[in-house]
């Protein structure tokens, strides 16, 4: 969680869109009070708004895109690859905490934020990379 956390903080010392700015901090708090919950699990501290809130800005900032017909490379620009990786710990994260969940039962929304977190830090690869004028690489199988 504190990776994901310090990534993301790498990733706010780039040029970025204000609104991905925002976003960002914002998640940040969040990946802290998630961190907390690991540590007490008596005290959930991530809620379904939070969640819903994830999607809600998944979409916002999806609609905007073109739709992908194909798979994209991860890179572009240095913001949107730091993007990437810190999308792909994300999904670290996620698989470490679905580890534990199976030894001991986690907050009901700790996964499902992971999830979403993953799927919106995807969607901002995007929208960086647009918006700095850096073209998508379609992935080409071989």
Not at 18 to 38: N, P, S
Not at 41 to 62: H, K, M, S, W
Not at 94 to 113: G, I, K, M, S, W
Request: proline share 6%; hydrophobic share 40%.
């Amino acid at each position: 969680m504190d990776e994901l956390n310090s990534q993301i903080g790498l990733l706010l010392t780039e040029e970025l869109p204000q609104a991905v700015r925002d976003c960002l901090a914002a998640i940040q708090h969040d990946l802290f009070d998630l961190g907390g919950e690991l540590a007490l699990p008596q005290r959930p501290a991530i809620i379904e708004a939070q969640v819903e809130r994830l999607e809600t800005l998944t979409g916002q900032f999806n609609a905007d895109l073109p739709p992908l017909k194909e798979f994209i490379l991860p890179g572009g620009c240095s913001a949107a690859a730091l993007c990437h990786v810190a999308r792909t710990v994300c999904r670290r994260t996620e698989c470490a905490c679905v580890r534990l969940n199976h030894a001991e039962t986690l907050a009901p929304f700790l996964l499902q934020y992971l999830n979403r977190l993953s799927d919106l830090l995807f969607v901002l690869t995007r929208v960086i990379n647009r918006d700095s004028g850096h073209a998508e690489t379609p992935w080409q199988r071989r």
